[in-house]
């Protein structure tokens, strides 16, 4: 293969929390090729999801652009058949865009109808793939209730299983995502009293595994004349039901986890949207140090399993020689509470929520200084896509989607470079879908929540004439005081600067995404040279009409 | 006809100002036809265009979407192929969407070839025609330089003046737009020393009898089982060229025509982007007396001619007996400065340039009430498509778009109602594709201004680091006066309340167009019924889990 062909290997795991590596820090979970990873390549150390919730944060990461863009606000919301992804650019680039598992997309089925776009058809399967040609779309939640399935895309996953034998009518939930007792019945995953148990499986059956042999089967088939490659290889794990397949069940105990970060402080006086988080049920169920000491094991679990398979994954890529010409990317849509803050799930805007693991490897010898390296700069979901276009494409092809991607390129990052960078990061939130919605007697167009990040403090403004919430990340790095409320001097700049970054941000052209920077500069006053010449009192200010109209008709139609 | 039939005839003129109108109270020029509809409709005294310039002030028009909504902010700028249009909403609704004349629409080539829609097929049209289904399309500007022509659009008027017998490569220049000499020497109307002159044209084949014809011709050809309809009749004139045909030239003269407001005030100490615009070549013509001698009275001309083939088309419609059955819009998609302000064109945020006429006809019997009624709420241009909407589909369908339209119906001020209603409007200018931008040393995507309209001030915010403007409207109704840098407790509240509401306007929820605010409440807390149930310690806490999931499974494989 030639030096030009470089490849992407986009990871995505699901709800795994920034600071559940241990090259982040964690100090009971060990995870070596995660860490290996991050000694070949950059560990951002500051890096945000753009939502804290699984469709709004993937949609912004494979558009590149922020939720209050793309619109696709939460779970469910469609994105609308005009947005562009990561997998339009890099295809015109001429990449190939490949999908191996989730991305939680809701495709625009009116607008595809309105459009005339065939669902079936190439086009169609794109425009509701987020743009990727699925090689495998899984989105690892076969979840079923009363009123029918939660995700509507088929799941190969569950074919798979039926197809070694696995026997039940949903074997994702029933195996899985589910241990038995003696009698085998389905202990399900997700009551959390059943998460030390071993899920009803064979480890290398189970997701991730199977994740990672259908990615070594889709690069065995590769051939040598095949375009480059941008495969977004994402799982479903650690994501809950929080249950983990022997051995990875009993590998972490109640004694492995980490106290919680949940103080009184934080339950007296809390912000009115907050508190209604904290009181909901998934909160109440974190509360419990039961729940704590058999579901956080088991997220460990799933996690240690995740980095065995990336070690599996890591020595198939060197083995075949594709390690000196694939960038690869390991990065998550969002963290997970685990109780931290009276919280569970990925609500709110603490760290543990919005806050996310972001290792990337650059093949280039133009990146061998900064092997090994953590960069502190505040980057974002949306950097990726801006990424991916300057790796494949180089700096023009960047600039001429400055129109449609608000991201920026981590390229500068990855040479060693110290380029001038965003004073600060942004999350959003949209509640609207939630039960608190209606509890706080929030409009639906009122019930959303925007976070701003800088080095000093996180800043959140919620819509609806609620107070903001502010954090101290320098003297409060477990954010755990609102100190919104205060007066002093330094917390009233606090607020004042981080409302007018907000206005900033607000303000931004974000929707003009048909034309570009540098067509509208090259386009600049081209409407006189096409005849529109306007304020002249002569014909001899333009004599450039004179030759282009005209200069005698027939016939006098006036006399 | 069924009394259910109602038809919708949304009447455009274009660069015609709010106050050429005798019913608008201009003093010399004598609009019977739409005065006479003004006393049978009402007619809306404080109407705002989204924007100054033709495109983006349709585009806003034809999606009811503000202009950073929908991105498309100056001529030529592509709507992207995921907004939606008038025409998509009441297609759906059982209208047909039609349109006669201009749209200013650029298609958005790309975004359609993307998503594989033929440019040739019904959706292909449609999408690149705003939605509409174009009976007549004529862009109304067959301008040609020596890069070529300024539309790339087909001109239809150019086609029937050559059937019928007019010679020249382009008579819609050359004869519509044009005078000649002695010698038969073309006289070009750009050229406003022209202005006075006839052109070259039997008056019954320049552009506005033409159209009306063509609207007849339409009328004609329709059966009483079709669908009802909504036509955009949508008229080039009185937009420049500033010529008129034999007897509208020589109907005004230099004394029929108002002194210019420009006053020494406004050029002392002038804001820098007015200045630019100020120091400018067209509004360089426009400082000239005889310039405005020549070209206001032929504007003037043109608007008596646009009243004239008014009438004929109301006669058409009473005859035909469709005059009890169809709503009936006169609008603009923006003024002209006419030397005002010292400028031309429709440069800046003056009422000369975003204040249109708009009168409404609703045939209704609801409506009897308030005919002949001036209506001083502050309405906007894309008030309309919320309207067209609710008059034909109910509230019903308004709401059911509220994640869409911004703007908001007119229906009850019809009705005499007294909605609570907002409490400025907006206009947005982006003067990116100007040579000013580059003069004043601005990035492509800080070339632009918001302007803020309430019954008391004019506020524009500037990005680019310059200082807002204000308007008096009470104390200074031809806005000479720019207090933006006064520092009395009146001014400085005035500009702190504006801010504010700019950053509401801002933080709208703009791009959630793919799901209602209805839908959201609907689908609030379904997914837990889908089988999500988070937070669970035991099953027991989510019985109907246990009945959706297996309850037993074949094997253990954990042994």
Chains 1, 2 share one sequence.
Not at 231 to 236: D, E, Y
Request: aromatic fraction near 10%; charge should be negative; charged fraction near 25%.
């Amino acid at each position: 293969m030639g030096k030009a062909k470089k490849n992407i290997l986009f990871i995505m795991y699901d709800q795994l929390r920034w600071d559940y590596l241990s090259c982040a820090g964690h100090p009971h979970l060990d995870t070596p090729n995660f860490d290996w990873l991050a000694s070949q390549g950059v560990r951002f150390n500051q890096a945000f999801a753009q939502s804290a919730v699984c469709g709004a944060s993937r949609m912004s990461t494979y558009t590149g652009r922020y939720v209050s863009s793309h619109g696709a606000a939460w779970n469910g919301f469609p994105l609308k058949v005009g947005e562009l992804t990561i997998g339009d650019h890099l295809r015109k680039l001429g990449m190939d865009a490949v999908l191996l598992g989730k991305t939680h997309m809701r495709a625009d089925v009116e607008g595809m109808e309105r459009l005339g776009v065939d669902p079936d058809s190439v086009i169609g399967v794109r425009v509701a793939e987020c743009g990727f040609d699925p090689y495998i779309r899984d989105e690892g939640m076969e979840v079923v209730g009363p009123d029918g399935r939660y995700s509507d895309i088929r799941s190969p996953y569950n074919d798979y299983l039926w197809s070694i034998g696995y026997e039940s009518l949903n074997p994702w939930h029933d195996h899985a995502n589910s241990a038995v007792d003696d009698s085998l019945n389905v202990m399900s995953g997700f009551a959390m009293k059943n998460s030390a148990l071993p899920a009803n499986i064979i480890e290398k059956d189970s997701e991730t595994p199977w994740l990672t042999s259908e990615m070594i089967n889709w690069l065995e088939k590769r051939k040598p004349d095949d375009p480059p490659w941008c495969v977004h290889l994402s799982f479903i794990k650690p994501h809950w039901p929080y249950i983990a397949p022997k051995p990875y069940n009993s590998m972490y105990n109640g004694q492995d986890i980490i106290p919680p970060v949940a103080t009184e402080e934080e339950r007296r006086n809390s912000h009115p949207v907050y508190r209604q988080y904290q009181d909901g049920v998934i909160a109440e169920g974190w509360s419990k140090e039961e729940v704590r000491e058999r579901a956080i094991p088991a997220y460990m679990g799933l996690i240690k399993q995740c980095d065995d398979q990336l070690g599996r994954l890591l020595d198939y890529l060197r083995k075949s020689d594709r390690l000196q010409n694939t960038m690869i990317i390991l990065t998550s849509d969002h963290g997970d509470n685990l109780g931290d803050h009276h919280l569970g799930e990925k609500d709110m805007m603490h760290d543990s929520s919005i806050r996310v693991p972001l290792i990337v490897y650059d093949p280039s010898p133009d990146a061998d200084k900064t092997r090994g390296l953590v960069c502190d700069a505040l980057v974002e979901g949306i950097d990726l896509a801006a990424t991916f276009v300057e790796f494949h494409g180089g700096e023009i092809a960047l600039k001429n989607l400055d129109h449609i991607l608000e991201g920026r390129s981590l390229m500068p990052w990855l040479k060693g470079q110290k380029p001038s960078w965003r004073e600060f990061a942004v999350s959003e939130y949209d509640y609207s879908m939630t039960p608190y919605r209606a509890q706080l007697g929030v409009s639906v167009k009122d019930a959303r929540w925007t976070v701003l990040v800088d080095h000093r403090w996180k800043f959140t403004h919620f819509e609806g004439g609620f107070r903001p919430m502010l954090f101290d990340r320098i003297n409060d790095p477990e954010e755990t005081i609102d100190l919104a409320e205060g007066s002093t001097p330094e917390i009233i700049d606090a607020l004042e600067l981080m409302y007018r970054r907000l206005a900033s941000f607000r303000a931004r052209v974000c929707q003009r995404t048909t034309l570009s920077s540098d067509e509208i500069i090259s386009k600049t006053g081209a409407s006189r040279r096409r005849g529109v010449v306007l304020g002249m009192y002569d014909e001899g200010e333009a004599p450039e009409l004179l030759d282009a109209y005209g200069k005698a008709v027939k016939k006098n139609y006036t006399q």
